[in-house]
């Protein structure tokens, strides 16, 4: 079997005694792969199947990548899945020689468009049966929402649920049985989707990971438009808001002096960005200072960036972008004086079906009919996880209180709201979220944002304490829900995350958590 010494299975078995362990026979691999290619599936067709012996590059097809890392020896299946007459998911799924009987569905990002090849590597080098899809379109641009209500539908709800279904028979028909239990796992649009899959097929998963979600997704793309607007976007040119790149530094330095030393220690991490009211006047320019330094127009630019959206009638729209965030290089996305591609592709492609508009009169008002018309219900804001948590579901999310792409706070937002649908004061028993002190969006920072959290390379630790799938299988199939999530910095560091509403308080030399 496989070549795997006696001593090597035994491993595997003691490891994971309440699971049969599937390993495909030597001479059965190509065969049995190749085979998958005669499958009949409702609506769906199985384009290749060939078994691949990693580590090995394999080429891709679509404009996102040209080539992806196989790192396990798999059978690789390439399906597609036609969802109406004028719309369809392109997948993948890969199949590992050696099987603990789960299966892992796994999202998107940004507009995308794009296989997730990365976590593909990863879930099946952890064993599991793992496919994804395209979302329903190629490539990152949202063009193609242009007069294609199902492409909507795809992206907005659909994609994640057929991969799934689909991706089930074809698991069955490999192995030869049905996966024990199900998991998802996703990040920013991946978020997004994994929260939708729990609001809309509470069925396709026993336990989601969903990260850094998109969720309130609407507000999330006019709060992205209008953090330009505030500072002369699209046209910034003379505009007396617009704060040039280089000055981004002296913020970003004058938050962390003002914030930075909040949690009892200055180490560049903001523990709790709601806790810092950074006072922009620190840093405008006096009578005789022309540089490293604002003028009063900036600091009120500032003032509107770093407050929430509120709506036409007074409403909260969307939370306030998190200080310390703009310390990310990739902050810029919001604030180089041009609307970022993520609203300005939604807006005009999906929402208002105007290739021609220009955002020159992009207000408040734009965002709330935006939130109005909901292209392909793709809010993703409802508190009433009833369903899924009634049929033992499991969630885990997690945020980065860096995250220069979404505020970590529209996370507190999304648990705030789904307690108080439930009537549930803790969400412990099905729905865990965890804050993530100094990480970026889904990924990187100074913080211990290593966490397995996705790609092989975030699986520092490979064990459940210190990987967010690996706890939640240890959640769905053992009944051990994670109190903290340990992760790992660039330098070595370890961190215990918090499940909110804890606080991370800091005890002598380390964080603790504390209600």
């Known amino acids: 079997m496989l070549g795997l010494g006696l001593r090597t299975l035994i491993g595997y078995f003691l490891l994971f005694t309440s699971k049969e362990v599937v390993a495909v026979e030597n001479h059965k691999q190509t065969d049995s792969c190749a085979g998958l290619l005669d499958l009949h599936l409702e609506n769906a067709t199985v384009l290749s199947a060939v078994h691949v012996s990693g580590p090995v590059n394999v080429s891709t097809p679509g404009s996102c990548q040209s080539q992806a890392l196989v790192s396990s020896s798999l059978c690789r299946v390439q399906f597609v899945i036609n969802t109406t007459s004028t719309s369809a998911v392109h997948a993948e799924a890969w199949l590992p020689d050696i099987w603990f009987g789960r299966f892992l569905g796994l999202g998107n990002g940004g507009l995308g468009g794009c296989v997730d090849y990365t976590n593909l590597d990863y879930g099946t080098s952890l064993h599991f049966a793992s496919v994804a899809s395209d979302n329903g379109h190629d490539g990152n641009s949202g063009s193609v929402f242009l007069n294609h209500p199902e492409v909507i539908n795809d992206f907005a709800f659909r994609a994640i649920h057929v991969e799934a279904v689909v991706g089930k028979q074809i698991v069955e028909a490999y192995y030869g049985r049905p996966q024990d239990k199900s998991y998802y796992l996703g990040c920013s649009t991946g978020g997004r989707q994994g929260t939708q899959e729990a609001l809309k097929f509470p069925g396709d998963f026993d336990g989601i990971v969903a990260g850094s979600p998109a969720t309130n997704w609407n507000n999330l793309q006019g709060w992205a438009a209008i953090l330009g607007r505030f500072i002369g976007a699209p046209d910034p040119a003379g505009n007396p808001h617009f704060i040039p790149a280089d000055l981004w530094n ?92 993520f609203p300005n ?136 829900a994670p109190n903290v999530i340990i992760g790992t910095s660039t330098d070595g560091q370890t961190r215990s995350h918090c499940r909110y509403p804890q606080r991370s308080i800091l005890n002598g030399s380390e964080f603790i958590c504390e209600v």
């Open 250 to 341: 002296i913020v970003a330095s004058e938050i962390l002096k003002q914030c930075d030393a909040l949690d009892g220690v200055v180490d560049g991490i903001i523990t709790e960005p709601d806790d810092c009211e950074f006072r922009p006047e620190a840093i405008v320019c006096s009578a005789n200072q022309t540089t490293d330094c604002l003028t009063s127009a900036q600091i009120d630019a500032l003032h509107e960036i770093y407050q929430p959206v509120f709506g036409t009638s007074g409403e909260l729209l969307y939370s306030r972008y998190d200080p310390g965030a703009e310390g990310d290089g990739n902050s810029q996305i919001f604030f180089s004086g041009s609307i970022v591609s």
């Open 345 to 480: 592709d939604w807006f005009r492609f999906a929402v208002l079906n105007d290739s021609n508009f220009n955002f020159d009169n992009f207000d408040l008002g734009t965002i709330e009919l935006g939130d109005r018309i909901d292209p392909g219900g793709i809010e993703t804001f409802s508190g009433d996880l009833s369903a899924f948590r009634a049929r033992g579901g499991k969630f885990l999310t997690y945020h980065g209180r860096r995250d220069q792409l979404i505020a970590s706070g529209n996370s507190k937002r999304m648990y705030n709201l789904i307690s108080e649908t439930l009537s549930m004061p803790s969400l412990d028993s099905f729905y865990r979220l965890f804050l993530i002190p100094g990480m970026d969006h889904c990924s990187g920072g100074p913080g211990a944002a290593a966490f397995g959290q996705g790609g092989i390379a975030s699986n520092v630790v490979n064990a459940s304490s210190n990987n967010v799938l690996l706890a939640m299988v240890d959640w769905v199939e053992e009944g051990i």
